[in-house]
């Protein structure tokens, strides 16, 4: 028998307890935070779905194997064991932690790009976009058309529009030093790429001679939606479907925060000598030594341990199940949400939950604040604060206008999800009454981490 309900599997070894407040008091806290929900404390949220990046459970096995972590300046043990992991994982000949994905990003990228040069992805995540314009190269997304309609489904919403890179390719080819594809991917909702697709995108790039390079921080759930979604490849292991994923390209940035289900590090992995000889370099400078790359003996071990239970099918498919679980408790309540549910998390379409308010009013921010003050929900804006700002200083929206609630990785069971579905139900409810904001303060890069907000009457 296949039971209808999926548990969680595992069991709980160790608590944390969570704070609960008042409605009154969380007023305070956000007047207090900027109405930003970054910068409030984190112990006056009750259940935090600001990211699922560092904030996963860690099984018993990775503290375990924190003790064995070999903290040597150069050489560790914990290095070559980390170094195994990664390398049979990924087939990639160099191997180069870095402390977490950004930290990839912008080696690689530091390394590699010249002012003007372009790099396409599917949709570039915000440190991604970041460190690409910070090196006056330019950003561009390529996502299928389907990937930007909210309310369709379709398998792979994440896919990279083909037509469209080989048209890139094909007219300003001599600006693009490498090709990235994101999975899944998180800017566009999580969404998957297929393997035919990731295929397809080798086949381009063999042909104008480019590197493809994977953002692969979530590679593990990537490859659940394809054996659950691409039949021909139904009967593999979710480890034989990344290897192939990996085996495409020709090399990666991941942040081990996501699906290395550490809470800190991640790695930069390539076949190029060159290139990784220049990434080396640049990591001694910023980060350390190439075998620990500015992270401890023990974070690598965790890492390890960490990148292998990540591929096992219990955890993928239970992984998988209570996402969407939260989608389809949504869509029950008439809240607008991408569809279909993503590996990570559930996007609310808050320009459609919200028409009221136009997009430079930030209709995302209405809502993560709505849910914060409805019931301690913490959330997070991916609309035009996180990508509206244009590196001349304009302002236009973004794409969408999209509420992201993420799910740490093996850390709040089903009632707690129960609860969040009643909170984000309550504020549907109530969506006229929400009001839209002005920014008050607005740093350059990445402002939407330190924006402050006034509402708006
Ligand atoms: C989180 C993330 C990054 C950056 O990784 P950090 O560890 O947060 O620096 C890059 N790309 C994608 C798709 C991500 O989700």
Redesign the pocket.
Known sequence: MRPHTIIEPFRIKSVEAIQFTTREQRETCLREAGNNVFLLHAEDVLIDLL????TGAMSSAQWGALIQGDESYAGSRSFYRFRDVVSDLTGFTHIIPT???????RILFHSVLKPGDIVPNNT?????RANIETEAAEAVDVVIAEGRVPSLVHPFKGNMDLDALERLLTERGDRVPLVMV??????GGGQPVSLENLRGVRALCDRFHKPLFL?A??FAENAWFIKAREAEHAHRTPKEIAQEMFSLADGC??????DGLAN???FLAMHDDGWAAAARNLLILTEGFPTYGGLAGYDLEAIARGLEEVVEEPYLYYRIRSTAYLGEKLIASGVPIIQPPGG?AIYIDARALLPHIPPLQYPGIACVNALYLEGGVRGVEIGTVMFGRHPDGTETPAAMDLVRLAIPRRVYTQSHIDYVAEVVAAVGQRRDALRGYRMTNAPEALRHFTATFTALD
């Not at 990211?51 to 560092?54: A, E, I, K, P």
């Not at 402390?99 to 990003?105: K, L, N, P, T, V």
């Open positions: 990211t699922d990046s560092g402390h977490q994905g950004r930290a990839a990003e570039h995540f915000d440190t991604t994101t999975v899944t991917n998180n800017s953002d921080c979530r940035t991941m942040s081990a925060k996501k800190i590090g991640g990570h």
